[in-house]
């Protein structure tokens, strides 16, 4: 149901055709990335988080990690990540699957600047088993993003670690 239903969104900005479906799991960005071919990096992941004012999508760049104090500086509050339990009553999607396309009436959704570097990205579709290819133009339109946030970490070069 979680795939159709991104499916069903995606399919009112024409963008359904491009869905990658997998006969292996793609649960985490080193299983999507195996499944798509890609660096890490350019999986999309769907961070979901709990704000006073409702549940929240951070899309981040595979290879980004939250930092706190970014994070509290965005939203007024410390990053708090929904219970697995509760991502799909809240979120629409079942973890492992979570994606900004057909999420739950007020989900909103926030794009991180990790992002930025690449052209394409690899969301997941619905589903631990499937993905789809987005320019970052498609990206912002598709998931209703309210915009462009910079809380995370670790995927700027001076930020990685050596090794």
């Known amino acids: 149901m979680s795939f159709e239903r991104a499916k069903t969104?995606?399919?009112?900005?024409?963008?359904?055709?491009?869905?990658?479906?997998?006969?292996?799991?793609s649960?985490?960005?080193?299983?999507?990335?195996?499944?798509?071919?890609?660096e890490p990096a350019r999986i999309a992941?769907?961070?979901?988080?709990?704000?006073?004012?409702?549940?929240?999508?951070?899309?981040?760049?595979?290879?980004?990690?939250v930092d706190n104090t970014r994070y509290k500086a965005q939203f007024?509050?410390?990053?708090?990540?929904?219970?697995?339990?509760?991502?799909?009553?809240?979120?629409?999607h079942g973890v492992g699957g979570v994606c900004p396309f057909g999420v739950e009436p007020g989900v909103k959704v926030y794009l991180?600047?990790?992002?930025?570097?690449?052209?394409?990205v690899y969301p997941a579709a619905g589903t631990a088993a499937s993905a789809v290819?987005?320019?970052l133009p498609e990206l912002e339109a598709a998931s209703g993003a309210i915009g462009w946030v910079d809380v995370c970490k670790g995927w700027r070069p001076e930020e990685r670690q050596p090794g």
Not at 27 to 38: H, P
Not at 112 to 120: A, Q
């Open 112 to 120: 991180d600047e990790s992002l930025r570097r690449f052209p394409l």
């Open 9 to 25: 969104h995606l399919e009112q900005f024409g963008l359904a055709g491009r869905i990658l479906e997998f006969g292996v799991s």
């Open 133 to 135: 290819g987005l320019t």
């Open 45 to 65: 992941k769907s961070l979901s988080f709990l704000l006073p004012s409702g549940p929240i999508l951070v899309v981040a760049a595979g290879d980004a990690k």
């Open 27 to 38: 649960a985490t960005v080193e299983l999507a990335a195996a499944a798509v071919g890609c």
């Open 76 to 92: 007024s509050t410390k990053a708090k990540m929904l219970p697995a339990e509760q991502v799909e009553p809240l979120i629409g």
